[in-house]
């Protein structure tokens, strides 16, 4: 993003007080640095992720967007509302928000801009994984959630904390989940409100340190 010209919609953002009078400063390059944590970032997933890593029995119960008669597009999700989607053309630094965090490395290259430490990362697309009555159908879509972000953050662990995500309606699932989990390095969980994710929106998930990690 650093090459990005800014347009006119977000000419607003380069206008700050700055932090002069501050004891300290969240900019990288500051003698005297904030610790930085950004404590609620969210993944870029694959569109594809859970069509290509799931049992096949269960590609018809997958997030999908449907086309109508109209041309108009919808999100359709067991256990939400079919929601319609408002596409947008985007351009300069939008357009590159809106493709940033997907691949590890540029991500990094963005908190070192920023003066980001460390990074508390959860679901984005995945956060449909709660909205199914379902809990052991949810429960497997955490499950490829969790091996996908130890792959893609997992390495970068000194900055990158992914949450490894539990559907608790399957409890022995979710137990096993966590041993597997603990096993392979994760630090942190996310998990649903409740074991019954029935209210059609997105399910605000409470997040937990995994005993006993450092």
């Given amino acids: 993003m650093n090459q990005i010209e800014i347009n006119a919609p977000n000419l ?8 002069s009078h501050w004891p300290r400063s969240a ?10 944590v950004s404590a609620d970032g969210h993944a870029n997933e694959p569109a594809n992720l859970w069509f290509e890593r799931m049992d096949k029995k269960y590609h ?5 967007v449907v086309t109508d008669k109209d041309g108009v597009q919808w999100r359709v999700c067991e256990g939400y509302r079919p929601d ?20 590890p490395l ?9 003066g980001i430490d460390v990074e508390l990362i959860f679901p984005n697309k995945g956060l449909a994984m ?8 949810a ?11 130890w792959e893609q953050f997992g390495k970068h662990g000194d900055r990158m904390i992914p949450a490894g995500a539990l559907a608790t309606g399957d409890l022995e699932g979710s137990i096993a989940e966590v041993q597997r989990l ?33």
């Fill in 27 to 36: 900019r990288p390059d500051a003698a005297k640095k904030y610790f930085m």
């Fill in 106 to 114: 540029g991500r990094l290259a963005d908190h070192d801009r920023d």
């Fill in 60 to 64: 018809d119960r997958l997030p999908r």
């Fill in 84 to 103: 319609r989607l408002r596409l947008s053309t985007l351009e300069g630094e939008d357009m590159a928000r809106n493709k940033a965090g997907a691949d």
């Fill in 139 to 149: 429960m497997a879509q955490c499950r490829v959630w969790n091996d996908w972000a």
């Fill in 182 to 214: 603990a096993k392979l390095g994760f630090r942190c969980l996310t998990l649903s409100e409740s074991s019954e994710a029935l209210e059609c929106r997105l399910v605000p998930r409470a997040t937990v340190r995994l005993m006993g990690s450092a």
């Fill in 130 to 137: 709660w909205a199914t009555p379902d809990s052991q159908f």
């Fill in 12 to 19: 607003w953002r380069l206008e700050t007080p700055g932090a």
